[in-house]
């Protein structure tokens, strides 16, 4: 499945006629990036580029430290986590192989999981709970202002071909990162205001970074760079060859990596394989060096059926996720106790709809991209809660989604721990109350009452509802809306797009009225969201790309996600963050509808198993997976 303030990305979730899910990363200044969840974006994770060649200085004069963060990764970070047994090759699906081995190159889905087994992170977000925790960083600090990030790294790690890992590794990383020719997906993380971070090595054990400015969650983009081993990868970089380096036809023993796997094997078009790391660096409890299976196989099926099949059959160990259709199909296998389907919940997928609010001229017909009487409907904020009103969540949930998720009325859901706000407008369904607005509107009906809406004009109400062609799930949601707003009195044609047509006309032409589709977040941080969020923001669906803001809310939008991204006080966050939510929710730009529940099915075997909300929902913890006897 395959985003710097406002440019990590995010996926616009869809699915092929086959039910295969695509990933589509749109364009934010018109170049692909990655998640910053560090190894999300479900849905839909520039133009600037950054450089460590300038030093920050001795640090004699730094600023004073705001806290440090100093964690040992130990087994107490786990808990309740059981002790494992050796062995085992665990086997998963996917539906297409990676693109390459170079992790500074992923863009997709597929290939990241592949890396995130292999490679590893200065700083990672714990998938469970959502958090910052160091990983090859054994403690970090943060000055007062903010700007100044001061990295210890954690002695003794070893990449898995012997070679020491130093703050040469972590310095090298970062000049590669952010070198302009790379042109990585990870660059425009570490990128502010056109501003570049740059990065000192202090001792072999110590690096500091220096932000050009404050960003309240600057912990969490590290979770977006995965560190290279210097000693593999400068040749090639200084060849200029960095971007064919690490290829699909590399021979594994020069891919050393400091993560828990290892590349044993890619057989194009069939499988990958991952082999144990005896030189990880963490360990259980007990003191057993970890990770416990000794193989990971990614075998490569791009038909969804197949995975199916696959692993109703044994011959996979892991589903993920389960799409509601198929759970009925795994209920006998459950029952029997040979494997374990688990539901999380309200997931970060968020199915919305909107309105298409564009107020440009399209340069090729010189006529608005929305038809003006249309766009004066759905600018007046009284129609759009009225279309809220009148769409009957409980019956999205329980015929689309056989009750596997949540009615939505936030930007939000559930599923986000720490940002969601529960506390704002709900629009239960109510036919009568969505009447009465669009009469307080000035809307009106025609000969027969409730049957026919007209505009204050008396032309007929109507709009074309597009989503993308062959989500069956989708166009069910569709119908449901068809036939809700007909009872108000409303037309609505239904158009299904294939994926890339539609992404034409919601990021390139604005040639649309409506559109249903989800999103999914590549992190639970509000600053995740500011390129949906801020006027200006490319992902602005509703009208994206504002010179200025087109409203007095949106203007207070930006104000808030602008402040809350240069606090350091959470709880002061958490209150901007909150208002954005109800302005939201009052505005509707967005129509929030439901949160579909993300669930996974595994083996009963599989010890460890801990699914998240954030990707990759299951192995992410694949160093603490095991096989129980």
């Given at each position: 499945m395959p985003c710097a303030p406002g440019k990590w990305r995010h996926r616009l979730h869809m699915s092929r006629a086959n039910g295969q899910r695509e990933s589509h990363c749109l364009r934010f200044s018109g170049r692909r990036q990655r998640l910053p969840y560090r190894a999300f974006l479900i849905c839909i994770a520039a133009t600037s580029f950054l450089t460590i060649a300038n030093p920050i200085g001795t640090g004699r004069n730094q600023p004073p430290l705001r806290f440090?963060?100093?964690?040992?990764?130990?087994?107490?970070?786990f808990p309740s986590d059981e002790i494992g047994i050796y062995g085992g090759s665990l086997v998963t699906s996917?539906?297409?192989g990676p693109q390459t081995f170079n992790p500074l190159l992923a863009?997709?889905?597929?290939?990241?999981?592949?890396?995130?087994?292999?490679?590893?992170?200065?700083?990672?977000?714990?998938?469970?709970?959502?958090?910052?925790?160091?990983?090859?960083?054994?403690?970090?600090?943060?000055?007062?202002?903010g700007q100044i990030l001061t990295f210890n790294l954690r002695p003794g790690v070893k990449f898995s071909d012997g070679h020491p890992f130093t703050a040469d590794d972590v310095v090298f990383t970062f000049q590669v990162l952010t070198a302009p020719e790379i042109d990585s997906p990870v660059s425009d993380l570490f990128t502010f205001s056109g501003k570049k971070v740059?990065?000192?090595?202090?001792d072999d054990y110590t690096v500091r970074f220096a932000f050009p400015s404050v960003h309240a969650a600057v912990e969490r983009l590290f979770d977006a760079a995965p560190i290279l081993p210097k000693h593999a990868l400068e040749q090639s970089y200084r060849a200029g060859k960095f971007q064919q380096a690490w290829n699909l036809g590399t021979p594994p023993e020069e891919i050393p990596t400091p993560g828990p796997f290892k590349l044993k094997a890619y057989i194009p078009g069939?499988?990958?394989?991952l082999t144990r790391n005896a030189n990880y660096w963490k360990a259980d409890a007990t003191g057993n060096r970890l990770p416990y299976l000794n193989e990971i196989v990614f075998d490569i099926d791009p038909d969804k059926n197949t995975r199916l099949l696959k692993f109703q059959k044994g011959q996979t160990d892991l589903l993920s996720p389960v799409s509601v259709e198929d759970l009925h199909s795994l209920?006998?296998?459950?029952n029997n106790g040979k494997i374990k389907a688990v539901s999380l919940g309200p997931s970060l997928i968020r199915e919305i709809l909107w309105f298409n609010l564009n107020?440009?001229?399209?340069?090729?017909?010189q006529k608005p991209v929305v038809d003006p009487a249309k766009l004066h409907?759905?600018?007046?904020?009284k129609f759009r809660q009225a279309i809220s009103h009148a769409i009957d969540r409980d019956a999205i949930v329980r015929l689309v989604f056989f009750g596997k998720a949540s009615p939505l009325w936030a930007f939000t859901s559930s599923g986000n721990k720490v940002w969601f706000n529960p506390h704002i407008k709900q629009y239960p369904y109510d036919l009568d109350q969505a009447k009465r607005l669009l009469l307080h509107a000035g809307f009106r009906y025609g000969a027969e009452p409730g049957k026919s809406l007209l505009d204050p004009e008396g032309n007929p109400v109507e709009f074309t509802l597009c989503t993308n062609a062959g989500n069956v799930l989708r166009q069910k949601m569709s119908a449901i809306i068809q036939e809700d707003l007909a009872r108000i009195g409303i037309k609505v044609g239904l158009s299904f797009l294939e994926s890339k047509a539609l992404l034409a006309k919601i990021n390139a032409s604005y040639d649309y009225e409506a559109c249903l589709l989800a999103i999914v977040s590549g992190d639970t941080d509000p600053t995740s969201e500011k390129n949906f969020l801020l006027s200006n923001g490319a992902n602005h669906w509703w009208y994206p790309k504002q010179l200025t803001p087109a409203t007095p809310w949106e203007a207070r939008i930006d104000e808030l996600m602008n402040r809350q991204a240069i606090s350091l006080d959470l709880n002061e966050r958490k209150r901007l963050f909150d208002e954005v939510q109800v302005t939201l929710s009052e505005q509707l730009p967005f129509i929030f509808l439901v949160s579909r529940h993300l669930i996974v099915a595994a083996k009963s075997r599989i010890g460890n198993l801990e699914p998240a909300h954030l990707p990759d929902f299951v192995l992410w913890n694949c160093d603490r997976l095991y096989f129980k006897p």
């Open positions: 440090i963060q100093a964690t040992s990764l130990s087994a107490s970070s996917q539906s297409a863009y997709d889905q597929q290939t990241l999981t592949v890396s995130d087994c292999m490679m590893g992170h200065l700083i990672r977000i714990n998938r469970r709970t959502q958090q910052a925790e160091p990983e090859l960083a054994r403690s970090w600090r943060i000055s007062e202002d740059t990065a000192e090595k202090i069939q499988r990958t394989i209920s006998e296998l459950e107020e440009r001229i399209n340069p090729n017909t409907w759905f600018k007046e904020v």
